[in-house]
């Protein structure tokens, strides 16, 4: 789930085109075909949380409702790795768009074919309204809903019951287990999700009361360990942004993720990742990736 309440960002990639050395016969107006990418296949898949909304400019020309930024943790990852990127992380997904078809968009995981050498995935938070309870939490406490709400409503607190969380442990498991099928020998890492609270007290970019902090910390708690649980089993590796001892939460010094928009400053998406987030996130995963 993401509402952009900025205005979308357009970017254009002009590639210079040189000859060099034509001794074939070429005539001097015939253009050589561009080459074919080179490095290890590279699929990005997940939500907004992957996909990076409002975070610098749109990857997608013209943008589109996943709203892929040029900058998110694996664009990032691969431009240092020189990796082949397969981006198709969506805003809005849940593990069921990973796995099946979503309108017009086929299953991220047929992005993985057996010549993937690595595959990151961050995806659940939708599957347990864990951002659309932050939002709505928030809301509640403001003087109107953020602009790009649909319908102009604050949403409605959905806290997830006992059955959420057993679907998704299904659902991450049966994504798992398409990836070691579908490249048995592409890394596989789960990226969880940047701290969206502090761990303790609140602040102004998180109008959030007492009760509605311990329930979003909870969920965010337990999908940690949802996910963690399952990287365990498939041998998966796990990259968590949070910091022991670092507080990097929307209320810290150095936030990597997005709180509530006051109405008074530059538009952004709420409870998302910031630039410093995905560019922290790329860094870890840099570490952890071998070639």
């Given at each position: 789930?993401?509402?952009?309440?900025?205005?979308?960002?357009?970017?254009?990639?002009?590639?210079?085109?040189?000859?060099a050395g034509v001794s074939s016969g070429l005539a001097a107006q015939d253009v050589l075909p561009a080459p074919a990418p080179v490095g290890p296949r590279y699929v990005s898949m997940g939500s907004s949380?992957?996909?990076?909304?409002?975070?610098?400019?749109?990857?997608?020309?013209?943008?589109?409702?996943?709203?892929?930024?040029?900058?998110?943790?694996?664009?990032?990852?691969?431009?240092?790795?020189?990796?082949?990127?397969?981006?198709?992380?969506?805003?809005?997904?849940?593990?069921?768009?990973?796995?099946?078809?979503?309108?017009?968009?086929?299953?991220q995981i047929e992005a993985v074919t057996p010549d993937t050498a690595l595959v990151t995935v961050t995806v659940g938070g939708n599957d347990v309204s864990f951002v659309r309870d932050l939002i709505a939490?928030?809301?509640?406490?403001?003087?109107?809903?953020?602009?790009?709400?649909?319908?102009?409503?604050?949403?409605?607190?959905?806290?997830?019951?006992?059955?959420?969380?057993?679907?998704?442990?299904?659902?991450?498991?049966?994504?798992?287990?398409?990836?070691?099928?579908?490249?048995?020998?592409?890394?596989?890492?789960?990226?969880?999700?940047?701290?969206?609270?502090?761990?303790?007290?609140?602040?102004?970019?998180?109008?959030?009361?007492?009760?509605?902090?311990?329930?979003?910390?909870?969920?965010?708690?337990?999908?940690?360990?949802?996910?963690?649980?399952?990287?365990?089993?498939?041998?998966?590796?796990?990259?968590?942004?949070?910091?022991?001892?670092?507080?990097?939460?929307?209320?810290?010094?150095?936030?990597?993720?997005?709180?509530?928009?006051?109405?008074?400053?530059?538009?952004?998406?709420?409870?998302?990742?910031?630039?410093?987030?995905?560019?922290?996130?790329?860094?870890?995963?840099?570490?952890?990736?071998?070639?």
């Amino acid at each position: 789930m993401a509402w952009v309440v900025r205005r979308a960002g357009f970017w254009w990639l002009a590639l210079p085109l040189a000859l060099a050395g034509v001794s074939s016969g070429l005539a001097a107006q015939d253009v050589l075909p561009a080459p074919a990418p080179v490095g290890p296949r590279y699929v990005s898949m997940g939500s907004s949380f992957a996909a990076g909304p409002g975070v610098t400019v749109s990857a997608d020309v013209p943008a589109n409702r996943c709203a892929r930024s040029a900058d998110n943790y694996a664009r990032q990852l691969a431009r240092r790795r020189h990796y082949v990127l397969v981006d198709v992380a969506c805003s809005g997904a849940t593990t069921e768009h990973v796995l099946g078809p979503w309108n017009e968009l086929a299953p991220q995981i047929e992005a993985v074919t057996p010549d993937t050498a690595l595959v990151t995935v961050t995806v659940g938070g939708n599957d347990v309204s864990f951002v659309r309870d932050l939002i709505a939490f928030a809301c509640a406490a403001g003087p109107q809903p953020p602009v790009g709400a649909p319908g102009g409503k604050c949403p409605t607190v959905a806290v997830p019951a006992e059955a959420d969380w057993r679907a998704l442990a299904v659902a991450l498991d049966r994504m798992a287990g398409e990836v070691r099928r579908r490249a048995p020998r592409a890394q596989l890492v789960f990226v969880q999700y940047v701290q969206m609270v502090p761990l303790r007290g609140s602040c102004a970019a998180v109008p959030i009361s007492p009760v509605g902090l311990a329930t979003v910390r909870a969920i965010q708690g337990r999908l940690l360990k949802v996910t963690a649980r399952v990287a365990r089993q498939w041998h998966a590796r796990i990259v968590d942004p949070r910091e022991p001892g670092a507080a990097h939460d929307p209320c810290s010094a150095a936030p990597w993720a997005s709180g509530f928009p006051d109405g008074k400053g530059a538009p952004f998406v709420p409870f998302h990742p910031n630039l410093s987030g995905m560019t922290a996130i790329a860094d870890r995963l840099d570490r952890i990736v071998h070639p």
